[in-house]
Structure formats: structure tokens, C-alpha cells
């Protein structure tokens, strides 16, 4: 059921373009980019743009429908049956996830450099050919677009309809191959502006052969379609080809204080070729395209924040030179020799990175190409890391770059590190309360969570360690860090009440918030045991085993008789001793909002673990659990303290508000920085915190990820 539901939902939901354009932003003023000035912008959407069916002026080309609105005939039924209610939630959910990650990616507040293609055209990997976003200022640019690009755009979920404008680095294919496809899938997507496209000499033929070659395409899908959803006038390319003297650099573009500038390079016998820098508010990155080392790319690299470039080992490549030659390839041998000539060796650009002050060094387009950590090491991060002392990063489809624009006057940034000393996130506060951009990164550096933060709470967009979007659902797989933690033991704490008022429905534990961190311990190597207040057997909300609701935590536990002998008959917490634990843990559930912040023996326990050093957690209601509990002074524990659990919104929007305490309301009161995230379905919205050694969660979704941070504490302490 859930392969068949995760089906459906790619085929109708994330087939839904977000349709989105500037409809000011190619008019013939000011902000114009340098070049001939385009014809007056095809009709857009509302303001907002997110509208794909709103209707547009008739464009007057071909078409079945040149009138305008195309009759399409009734509605068809919605079809009854949960599994159909199911999937209209989750394509609402992820349409409003991509209006969130759109708004993220044009956020005037910060610069994102995304790599879309990384691969080489020599790929022994997955993945796309040169193609990198620049998102500033509100517009996106795009430098490049071999094969792949496209379809890479699509699955990072990059706006493309947003499209701003794209800039070519020269005719190799694997600079351009895809560029027909932008153009026609930005469209077909609901760009409703003329696309602007930057290159050298020969762009003019290039781009009229892809007007040639695509428009049947055109033709026909406005035909089907009719010319309200898909206007001719919105597909039209405009080319600008501009010419850069041998060393010199030359500005192509201009817009609202965005500037680029191309540059010659050294590629022969590939000419023209150029590299781009986009300049905006002091802040500068570099595109280096595929170039030899050069004098044009150090002037341009001078003091860059980013620069994204080429790189080849060429020390590797002589050596598969001599391989060829000895087996009689002559053409491997060949192509191994001459590629040389044009691309930077990886020492030169260490040189040039470290004496420009390069602040973060992105490779791409690395030759050779491998899909091997160990060789990469050895071929690319060792050689690079032994002369350049800034940030590096060799990447994949998905990498990702962040500069700060917004304004920070008046707010503490504060960093975290993993134990291994790579960023774990930057979130800035004020007066302790969260506020602002936040970004946090798996240890391999990649993005994996964006968090607009207005004091303390917070719209969330997460991605996937390959870069790619994740949509919120009810138990998103977690992905973490292995442990070793033998010998360690945990204390899992849960309510002991059944139903929701006196007689009313079952409920109890919620099972996840139970079961994830009970696994994600034992496979630790911890010793895991199971309370609840009153002992006995554990009451788990029904609910929790309900088809696409029931979490791969949540099935391993119905096939463990040892963890159901456990849930069968709990410790009593008041026969326990919290200290003789190295983690104590508190789940949540409907149930927990009667029992476990009015529980006296609770508090001293989590007073005297807390007093002992312990690591304490809890998730969603189990928050409620710190409400007894005092520190070293006798003041709250929660007070003044971050913290997080089920918010009165979603208990509102779950439409369960019976209970007699809720988190936020009772954190707050209890003088807690209360924060907590809200997403386009805020039943999946999750946060997980952590202060100082207590770490909560806010709904089910955060049990693995607060179990996992607890034993990092643990670690730590050994």
C-alpha cells in the first residue's frame, strides 16, 4: 500500500508545476539586461504566479483554442474512499511544499549556489552534466545546461518556471545539450515571460535551430492544451550573444542591482569560452566554465565568496594515457592526452583558490569522473586541501551554497559542530528566541534543512542527503548516524491512560514515538527499559497501526515479542532509580496529556536525573513530563529553556482539544522559549531542539532524530 500510494503521489502530485514568473522582469528600463531589449513580456499569472490555470491574454499563434478559454468539459467525480482522501492530502502537502521551497530559492534575504549537474562528459556516475543555479536577488540564473540538466532541475525541484535567464560558457554538448529542454519545460511548466540566453558568438544559430527542432512540440501542445494554459508568446527564447577580447571580461547583464560578467577563459580550440561572475551586494560568485589555468579567472576569483570550477587530476590522466597506449587504445589515449590542454589541474587551482581568497571552493565537472570516496580523496580533496585552506566541496547534483544577505544587527548567530568539526547549523537569535534564516547540513556538508524563523516559530523545508526535496508524511524515513554505545542504558517513560476522558476513545502512547527511539537505542548497543506511571501494561493508540500511518519502527515492534513482553508489563516509575540511567526518555500520545505533567514521582525523577548530568528527552506531549521537575535553584526546569512539542495548532487541526493540557500552552506558561515549525500540512510539521543536555521533539516525526541527538550527549560524556 505505501509503494502504491508513494506512486500515485509522484504521478499526480509532482506532475503539477507551480506555475511562477516575474511579469516586470524583462521590461525595457532600468533594470534591462544588457543587450537588445526583448518585446514586451507574454501575460502572467497573479502576483504570486502560483496559478497554472488562471487565465492569460490570447497570444494570437496557432493553436485549437485561439479565442481563449478552452471548453473542457465537466468535472469528473472525486472518487470516496480513504486511500483518495489520502492522496488529495498529500498532493495539497507537497503543492505547498514547493510554493515554500520556491519562496526559499527566491528569498531576496540570501544567495543560493546549487549545483545541478556535476558529472564530466567521461561519467562513471550518475547524474547530470554542467549545470549550476544562481538564485539572487529574487531571479534565477542558470549557467549552463548539459544533458540531464533539466530533469535535474526538475527533481531538486528548482522553480523553473521562475527562470530568469541562462548563460552559456561555450558549445561543448555537455554545456548545452539540454538547453532546448529548458526552454521548453520551463514553459510547459508556466514560465509566461520571454527567456533571455547569454552565450558568445554562434548563439544565434544555436538557439534557432532549437526553435526549429521544437516547433511541432509548441504547436501541437497549444493545440491540445489551448492557448489560455500554454500562450504561444511565453515559449519565445531571445537571444544575446555578446563578444569578450582575448583576457578582457565584458557585463552581459544587469537587473536590480544584479550584474554579470563574462570572461574569457582558455579552452581551445573551443572558441568563443567564457566564465561568468555574478555580483551582488559586495558579494561575488564565479562560474569558471571549462578552462585551463589563466590569468582572466584569477582577476575574477579575487576575493569571491563562491567559485564554482572545473577540475581535472592530471597526474591520473597521464596515467590512463600511458594504460591506453600499452593496450593499443589509441583513441582513449588520444582523447586522455588532448583533454589535458584545456582544463585546470587540481594543484593550479588549490594555487589559484588559496591566493585569490576564494572563501568556499565548489568542484564540478571533475575528470576523471568516479564514483569512489576513497579515489575521490586521493585524486581531488587531498591535493586540493594541502595548499587551500578555505571551504571545499566536491560535488554531486544537489550541492548546495549559502550566502547571508539579511541583516543580522541585533542578532547572535550561533553555530554548532559535529564532533568531527563540520557545521551542523547556523541559526540566529534574539534575545534567546530564534529569528531569522537557518540552515543546517548533513556532516558530508549538504543542505539538509532551511528554517525561516519568526520569533520562535518557523516554516521548514528539509532535503534528502542527495540534495532532493523531502516531503513531509506521516513517518519520513530518518536518516542517522550509527552508534556504539554498549553498556549504555535507557529509560523509556510513557503514559498509562487509555482513552481520551472518562469512557471516550482508546488511546494512549503514540507507537512511534515509542518505538523509534527504543530501536534507535538497542541498536546502539544500549540497555532499553520500558515504564510508564502506573506499570503494567502500556495502553498504544490504535491509530498508531493504521495503514500508512504504521512506521517501519512501529512493524518491527509487532514482530518482537521480547519489546511486547516489555510493553506488557512496564516498570512503575516510582519503583525506579532515574540516576542509574544514561538517557531518560518520555514519549507522547493523547494520553500523556493527562498523566505525565501532573505526576509528582515523574518530576523528582526527572529533577534528580537532570541534577545528575543525564540527558533528558521527550516527544510531542511528552514535553509535559519537564513540567514538574526543578533545576539546581529550585526554579522550573523548562524555564528559560528552548523547548518544543505538539503545538495548539495541530492539536486544533487534529481536532482533539478534550485534554486537559497542551504542550504549548503549558511550556509557555511555564516560561519556556517555546519553538516549534509549521509546514503546508501541519499534522507532519516537525522540529526537533536541543538545550543544553534536553532535547525535545515536537511530534512523532522527531522520536529517531531525538534519540539520536540524546545519544550524541552520551557519547560525548564517555
Same mark, same amino acid.
Given at each position: 500500500?505505501?509503494?502504491?500510494?508513494?506512486?500515485?503521489?509522484?504521478?499526480?502530485?509532482?506532475?503539477?508545476?507551480?506555475?511562477?514568473? @516575474?511579469?516586470?522582469?524583462?521590461?525595457?528600463?532600468?533594470?534591462?539586461?544588457?543587450?537588445?531589449?526583448? @518585446?514586451?513580456?507574454? !501575460?502572467?499569472?497573479?502576483?504570486?504566479?502560483?496559478?497554472?490555470?488562471?487565465?492569460?491574454?490570447?497570444?494570437?499563434?496557432?493553436?485549437?483554442?485561439?479565442?481563449?478559454?478552452?471548453?473542457?468539459?465537466?468535472? #469528473?467525480?472525486?472518487?470516496?474512499?480513504?486511500?483518495?482522501?489520502?492522496?488529495?492530502?498529500?498532493?495539497?502537502?507537497?503543492?505547498?511544499?514547493? !510554493?515554500?521551497?520556491?519562496?526559499?530559492?527566491?528569498?531576496?534575504?540570501?544567495?543560493?549556489?546549487?549545483?545541478?549537474?556535476?558529472?564530466?562528459?567521461? *561519467?562513471?556516475? #550518475?547524474?547530470?552534466?554542467?549545470?549550476?543555479?544562481?538564485?539572487?536577488?529574487?531571479?534565477?540564473?542558470?549557467?549552463?545546461?548539459?544533458?540531464?540538466?533539466?530533469?535535474?532541475?526538475?527533481?531538486?525541484?528548482?522553480?523553473?518556471?521562475?527562470?530568469?535567464?541562462?548563460?552559456?560558457?561555450?558549445?561543448?554538448?555537455?554545456?548545452?545539450?539540454?538547453?532546448?529542454?529548458?526552454?521548453?519545460?520551463?514553459?510547459?511548466?508556466?514560465?509566461?515571460?520571454?527567456? #533571455?540566453?547569454?552565450?558568445?558568438?554562434?548563439?544565434?544559430?544555436?538557439?534557432?535551430?532549437?526553435?526549429?527542432?521544437?516547433?511541432?512540440?509548441?504547436?501541437?501542445?497549444?493545440?491540445?492544451?489551448?492557448?489560455?494554459?500554454?500562450?504561444?508568446?511565453?515559449?519565445?527564447?531571445?537571444?544575446?550573444?555578446?563578444?569578450?577580447?582575448?583576457?578582457?571580461?565584458?557585463?552581459?547583464?544587469?537587473?536590480?542591482?544584479?550584474?554579470?560578467?563574462?570572461?574569457?577563459?582558455?579552452?581551445?580550440?573551443?572558441?568563443?569560452?567564457? &566564465?561568468?561572475?555574478?555580483?551582488?551586494?559586495?558579494?561575488?560568485?564565479?562560474?569558471?566554465?571549462?578552462?585551463?589555468?589563466?590569468?582572466?579567472?584569477?582577476?575574477?576569483?579575487?576575493?569571491?565568496?563562491?567559485?564554482?570550477?572545473?577540475?581535472?587530476?592530471?597526474?591520473?590522466?597521464?596515467?590512463?594515457?600511458?594504460?591506453?597506449?600499452?593496450?593499443?587504445?589509441?583513441?582513449?589515449?588520444?582523447?586522455?592526452?588532448?583533454?589535458?590542454?584545456?582544463?585546470?589541474?587540481?594543484?593550479?587551482?588549490?594555487?589559484?583558490?588559496?591566493? !585569490?581568497?576564494?572563501?568556499?571552493?565548489?568542484?564540478?565537472?571533475?575528470?576523471?569522473?568516479?564514483?569512489?570516496?576513497?579515489?575521490?580523496?586521493?585524486?581531488?580533496?587531498?591535493?586540493?586541501?594541502?595548499?587551500?585552506?578555505?571551504?571545499?566541496?566536491?560535488?554531486?547534483?544537489?550541492?548546495?551554497?549559502?550566502?547571508?544577505?539579511?541583516?543580522?544587527?541585533?542578532?547572535?548567530?550561533?553555530?554548532?559542530?559535529?564532533?568531527?568539526?563540520?557545521?551542523?547549523?547556523?541559526? #540566529?537569535?534574539? @534575545?534567546?528566541?530564534?529569528?531569522?534564516?537557518?540552515?543546517?547540513?548533513?556532516?558530508?556538508?549538504?543542505?539538509?534543512?532551511?528554517?525561516?524563523?519568526?520569533?520562535?516559530?518557523?516554516?521548514?523545508?528539509?532535503?534528502?542527503?542527495?540534495?532532493?526535496?523531502?516531503?513531509?508524511?506521516?513517518?519520513?524515513?530518518?536518516?542517522?548516524?550509527?552508534?556504539?554505545?554498549?553498556?549504555?542504558?535507557?529509560?523509556?517513560?510513557?503514559?498509562?491512560?487509555?482513552?481520551?476522558?472518562?469512557?471516550?476513545?482508546?488511546?494512549?502512547?503514540?507507537?512511534?514515538?515509542?518505538?523509534?527511539?527504543?530501536?534507535?537505542?538497542?541498536?546502539?548497543?544500549?540497555?532499553?527499559?520500558?515504564?510508564?506511571?502506573?506499570?503494567?501494561?502500556?495502553?498504544?493508540?490504535?491509530?498508531?497501526?493504521?495503514?500508512?500511518?504504521?512506521? !517501519?519502527?512501529?512493524?518491527?515492534?509487532?514482530?518482537?515479542?521480547?519489546?511486547?513482553?516489555?510493553?506488557?508489563?512496564?516498570?512503575?516509575? @516510582?519503583?525506579?532509580?532515574?540516576?542509574?540511567?544514561?538517557?531518560?526518555?518520555?514519549?507522547?500520545?493523547? &494520553?500523556?496529556?493527562?498523566?505525565?505533567?501532573?505526576?509528582?514521582?515523574?518530576?523528582?525523577?526527572?529533577?534528580?536525573?537532570?541534577?545528575?548530568?543525564? *540527558?533528558?528527552?521527550?516527544?510531542?506531549?511528552?514535553?509535559?513530563?519537564?513540567?514538574?521537575?526543578?533545576?539546581?535553584?529550585?526554579?522550573?526546569?523548562?524555564?528559560?529553556?528552548?523547548?518544543?512539542?505538539?503545538?495548539?495548532?495541530?492539536?486544533?487541526?487534529?481536532?482533539?482539544?478534550?485534554?486537559?493540557?497542551?504542550?504549548?500552552?503549558?511550556?509557555?506558561?511555564?516560561?519556556?522559549?517555546?519553538?516549534?515549525?509549521?509546514?503546508?500540512?501541519?499534522?507532519?510539521?516537525?522540529?526537533?531542539?536541543?538545550?543544553?543536555?534536553?532535547?525535545?521533539?515536537?511530534?512523532?516525526?522527531?522520536?529517531?532524530?531525538?534519540?539520536?541527538?540524546?545519544?550524541?550527549?552520551?557519547?560525548?560524556?564517555?
Amino acid at each position: 500500500m505505501k509503494k502504491l500510494l508513494h506512486t500515485l503521489l509522484l504521478a499526480l502530485g509532482l506532475a503539477i508545476p507551480l506555475a511562477a514568473c @516575474d511579469g516586470d522582469q524583462q521590461s525595457c528600463g532600468d533594470g534591462v539586461p544588457v543587450g537588445s531589449c526583448p @518585446d514586451a513580456v507574454g !501575460s502572467c499569472p497573479d502576483a504570486g504566479g502560483s496559478d497554472p490555470d488562471a487565465e492569460v491574454a490570447d497570444s494570437g499563434a496557432g493553436g485549437a483554442d485561439q479565442g481563449g478559454v478552452r471548453e473542457r468539459g465537466p468535472t #469528473p467525480d472525486l472518487p470516496a474512499g480513504q486511500m483518495w482522501e489520502m492522496i488529495e492530502a498529500q498532493m495539497a502537502t507537497m503543492r505547498g511544499t514547493q !510554493s515554500l521551497v520556491r519562496d526559499s530559492f527566491l528569498d531576496e534575504k540570501m544567495i543560493t549556489v546549487m549545483v545541478c549537474g556535476s558529472n564530466s562528459p567521461l *561519467p562513471t556516475t #550518475p547524474g547530470a552534466q554542467s549545470c549550476t543555479a544562481v538564485f539572487v536577488n529574487g531571479q534565477f540564473l542558470l549557467f549552463d545546461a548539459g544533458d540531464g540538466a533539466q530533469r535535474s532541475m526538475e527533481d531538486l525541484n528548482l522553480p523553473v518556471a521562475d527562470l530568469s535567464a541562462v548563460f552559456i560558457t561555450h558549445y561543448h554538448n555537455d554545456h548545452m545539450a539540454d538547453l532546448g529542454e529548458v526552454i521548453q519545460r520551463s514553459w510547459v511548466n508556466g514560465r509566461r515571460h520571454h527567456l #533571455p540566453v547569454y552565450g558568445g558568438t554562434g548563439l544565434t544559430q544555436i538557439i534557432e535551430g532549437i526553435e526549429q527542432t521544437y516547433e511541432i512540440d509548441y504547436r501541437v501542445r497549444q493545440a491540445h492544451h489551448g492557448a489560455d494554459f500554454l500562450p504561444a508568446d511565453a515559449v519565445a527564447t531571445i537571444p544575446l550573444p555578446f563578444d569578450v577580447a582575448a583576457g578582457e571580461s565584458v557585463v552581459v547583464y544587469e537587473n536590480d542591482g544584479v550584474v554579470v560578467t563574462a570572461f574569457d577563459v582558455h579552452h581551445p580550440p573551443v572558441e568563443p569560452a567564457v &566564465g561568468y561572475t555574478v555580483t551582488y551586494q559586495g558579494k561575488r560568485i564565479v562560474i569558471s566554465g571549462d578552462t585551463a589555468d589563466t590569468e582572466t579567472l584569477h582577476e575574477q576569483s579575487r576575493g569571491a565568496d563562491v567559485l564554482v570550477a572545473d577540475a581535472m587530476n592530471h597526474e591520473a590522466l597521464r596515467s590512463m594515457e600511458a594504460i591506453s597506449a600499452k593496450n593499443g587504445w589509441d583513441y582513449n589515449a588520444t582523447i586522455f592526452h588532448d583533454i589535458r590542454d584545456y582544463h585546470i589541474d587540481v594543484n593550479e587551482l588549490a594555487a589559484l583558490a588559496e591566493e !585569490s581568497g576564494v572563501g568556499t571552493l565548489v568542484l564540478t565537472h571533475m575528470i576523471p569522473t568516479i564514483d569512489n570516496d576513497l579515489i575521490r580523496q586521493m585524486w581531488y580533496r587531498t591535493p586540493i586541501q594541502r595548499q587551500f585552506t578555505g571551504n571545499l566541496m566536491l560535488a554531486h547534483d544537489g550541492s548546495s551554497v549559502q550566502i547571508r544577505l539579511e541583516n543580522l544587527d541585533g542578532h547572535e548567530l550561533i553555530t554548532e559542530h559535529y564532533e568531527s568539526g563540520a557545521v551542523r547549523s547556523e541559526t #540566529p537569535y534574539v @534575545d534567546g528566541v530564534k529569528d531569522g534564516t537557518a540552515l543546517t547540513w548533513y556532516e558530508n556538508g549538504d543542505l539538509r534543512r532551511v528554517v525561516d524563523w519568526t520569533m520562535g516559530t518557523g516554516r521548514a523545508i528539509e532535503y534528502a542527503p542527495n540534495g532532493a526535496l523531502m516531503v513531509p508524511s506521516v513517518h519520513p524515513e530518518y536518516a542517522g548516524r550509527t552508534f556504539e554505545l554498549d553498556g549504555a542504558r535507557a529509560l523509556i517513560i510513557t503514559t498509562s491512560v487509555s482513552t481520551l476522558g472518562e469512557g471516550g476513545a482508546a488511546t494512549g502512547v503514540f507507537a512511534s514515538e515509542m518505538t523509534a527511539p527504543y530501536y534507535e537505542f538497542l541498536d546502539a548497543g544500549m540497555e532499553v527499559d520500558v515504564a510508564s506511571i502506573e506499570g503494567g501494561a502500556i495502553p498504544v493508540d490504535p491509530l498508531s497501526f493504521l495503514p500508512n500511518i504504521i512506521s !517501519s519502527y512501529d512493524e518491527r515492534y509487532l514482530r518482537d515479542d521480547a519489546f511486547q513482553a516489555k510493553t506488557g508489563d512496564a516498570l512503575r516509575i @516510582d519503583d525506579l532509580d532515574f540516576t542509574a540511567y544514561d538517557v531518560v526518555y518520555m514519549a507522547g500520545g493523547w &494520553g500523556a496529556a493527562y498523566d505525565l505533567g501532573v505526576s509528582p514521582v515523574l518530576g523528582e525523577g526527572i529533577t534528580a536525573a537532570y541534577r545528575a548530568g543525564i *540527558p533528558l528527552g521527550a516527544v510531542c506531549h511528552g514535553s509535559l513530563g519537564f513540567l514538574n521537575a526543578v533545576d539546581e535553584n529550585g526554579a522550573p526546569l523548562v524555564e528559560g529553556r528552548r523547548m518544543t512539542g505538539v503545538t495548539d495548532k495541530q492539536v486544533r487541526e487534529l481536532g482533539i482539544e478534550i485534554t486537559p493540557q497542551h504542550p504549548e500552552t503549558e511550556l509557555r506558561n511555564a516560561g519556556a522559549i517555546f519553538e516549534s515549525l509549521t509546514s503546508a500540512s501541519d499534522f507532519l510539521a516537525n522540529y526537533v531542539v536541543a538545550d543544553g543536555r534536553i532535547v525535545t521533539g515536537q511530534n512523532q516525526n522527531g522520536s529517531a532524530e531525538t534519540a539520536q541527538r540524546l545519544m550524541e550527549l552520551v557519547e560525548a560524556a564517555q
